[in-house]
């Protein structure tokens, strides 16, 4: 999923996302939790700080997004999910993501 979302930020094309998050799953390695919470915090420390230099107002983005996907529900399993994920979360029938056009300039 993190993958996926990099790629959506950096204007990767479908065919590319692909091959990256088929690469990264191919070659995952075990780690400890400690490093793999470690790098998770990282990766929030990294993409809060480009946001703020963006000058996105992020919490007020946050509220949006979020709201919008608490209105997904969970796969039950994972044939009902297009990343073949019971972790995945399900768009329900008219579901529109967060606008955020009014808070970038």
């Known amino acids: ?25 191919e070659q995952q390695q075990p780690q400890p939790l400690a490093d793999e919470f470690d790098a998770l915090i990282d990766l929030a420390y990294v993409v809060l700080g480009t946001a703020h230099l963006h000058g996105f107002p992020f919490a007020k983005g946050w509220a949006r997004v979020h709201r919008c996907n608490m209105l997904k529900t969970r796969a039950l399993n994972a044939t009902d999910s297009p990343r073949q994920s019971t972790h995945d979360v399900i768009k329900p029938e008219g579901w529109r993501p967060a606008d955020l056009t009014g808070l970038v300039a």
């Open 1 to 25: 999923f993190i993958a996926e979302e990099l790629c959506e930020y950096a204007g990767v094309p479908d065919i590319t996302k692909r091959l990256i998050q088929s690469a990264l799953h």
